[in-house]
């Protein structure tokens, strides 16, 4: 399958794609400049500062955004205008890093020490009342978070454990029984992931310049390799969710050393996405 550029190096650590017709295509994000990149259908890129970091992101169900910022939340409306959260703590070694919606519209979004210290880092939840929650720490560097089509499986990667992890997913209990999915093999480090329609698991290989899937049993059978080194993020989108965006970052590489990191690129697996699932909020 071939993987084709869709923009110059627009963003130093490109990270959380997603695509919702609310937003007519494509957001992701220049996480440490703390911009939302967003792709008109002309192929032009646009961005919107929203702080230090701009972490995750979704699409509310009445319009607008919720964010992952720095130390916390902050919600866009249909209007643009944006409204901050309290934050979630005061010190400045740890920051957010990348989340997902629940099936019950709850907003998720883990964080990560700046030094990648190990057990640093938690993931919480934001609810629909903009209440808080933490339900995991001990956490390094939090990254993909995504349900399986029925909503019974959540898949989460701890890129510092070299594996996805599987949960089973119900409203009351949460996120629940956590156990490996699979290893990544050859020290592979899982970033971020989406899921397809056949419940297939896709994640990029942060330090292997490729995007992997998993069958729901946890086989791999695709393998696609990226013209950049630092692969962090894929999502389907498209009009019939039949195209698989990928960004990529150069944080850390050495100037010139990898000529098209920081790209967006596109892939167009034979099998199609779901639509990206909302913030109730």
Request: one cysteine or more; hydrophobic letters at 35%.
């Amino acid at each position: 399958m071939r993987v084709e550029q869709v923009t110059a190096p627009v963003a130093y650590h490109g990270e959380g794609p997603v695509w919702s017709p609310r937003w007519g295509g494509l957001r992701w994000l220049d996480m440490l400049a703390g911009d939302v990149l967003s792709l008109d259908g002309d192929g032009n890129v646009s961005r919107s500062h929203v702080g230090p970091v701009a972490a995750a992101l979704r699409p509310r169900r009445n319009g607008g955004a919720v964010i992952g910022i720095e130390r916390g939340f902050l919600l866009e409306d249909p209007d643009g205008s944006r409204t901050p959260l309290p934050e979630l703590w005061s010190s400045d070694d740890v920051r957010m890093n990348e989340g997902g919606c629940d099936p019950d519209g709850r907003f998720y979004c883990g964080s990560m020490a700046y030094d990648q210290r190990s057990g640093a880092a938690s993931l919480y939840r934001l609810d629909a009342d903009l209440t808080v929650a933490v339900v995991l720490s001990g956490v390094t560097v939090s990254n993909g978070l995504e349900w399986s089509p029925d909503g019974s499986r959540a898949y989460y990667n701890d890129t510092a454990t070299h594996r996805i992890s599987v949960f089973d997913y119900d409203r009351e209990s949460g996120l629940t029984d956590r156990r490996t999915f699979v290893e990544i093999p050859d020290g592979g480090q899982p970033d971020g992931l989406t899921v397809d329609v056949e419940g297939g698991v896709w994640t990029a290989i942060v330090n292997g310049g490729a995007v992997h899937r998993y069958t729901p049993d946890g086989r791999l059978d695709e393998v696609l390799t990226v013209p950049a080194r630092k692969v962090t993020a894929c999502t389907f989108g498209g009009a019939k969710l039949d195209e698989l965006f990928i960004t990529t970052s150069r944080e850390g590489l050495p100037e010139g050393a990898d000529p098209l990191a920081g790209a967006l690129f596109r892939a167009s697996p034979q099998i199609a996405g779901r639509p990206v699932r909302e913030f109730a909020g």
